[in-house]
């Protein structure tokens, strides 16, 4: 069993920065490829960052491309999501998952991720 806990969320202005963290316990996430998803109100779980299981490799979503930047310590079992130049489209529900396969490559889909973080909201005003 993997438990996933998600930090650093909060209310931020817009342009601002947060960093989020994800902690896992139960396992170790080495071999595995991560994912940062996030969910606004009355919208579908969207894909964020994903990153491969020794950070050599990154996919981003067009919205954040050049502003969010995902990383990962394994020796910490952790894995971040640096948010900058914030805007209110930004404000969402994140949540960091775990795939389901290990090895060298990264996804983009809910479907390939089989453990979820709780979530963490984070809120940027205007």
């Known amino acids: 069993q993997v438990q996933l806990v998600e930090s650093g969320g909060g209310l931020v202005q817009a342009g601002g920065s947060l960093r989020l963290s994800c902690a896992a316990s139960?396992?170790?996430?080495?071999?595995?490829?991560m994912g940062w998803f996030r969910q606004a109100p009355g919208k579908e779980r969207e894909f964020v960052a994903t990153i491969n299981w020794n950070g050599g490799s990154t996919s981003y979503a067009d919205s954040v491309k050049g502003r969010f930047t995902i990383s990962r310590d394994n020796a910490k079992n952790t894995v971040y999501l640096q948010m900058n130049s914030l805007t209110p489209e930004d404000t969402a529900v994140y949540y960091c998952a775990k795939s389901r396969l290990y090895g060298s490559s990264w996804y983009r889909d809910t479907g390939e991720y089989d453990y979820w973080g709780q979530g963490t909201q984070v809120t940027v005003s205007s």
């Open positions: 139960g396992r170790t996430l080495s071999m595995y490829a």
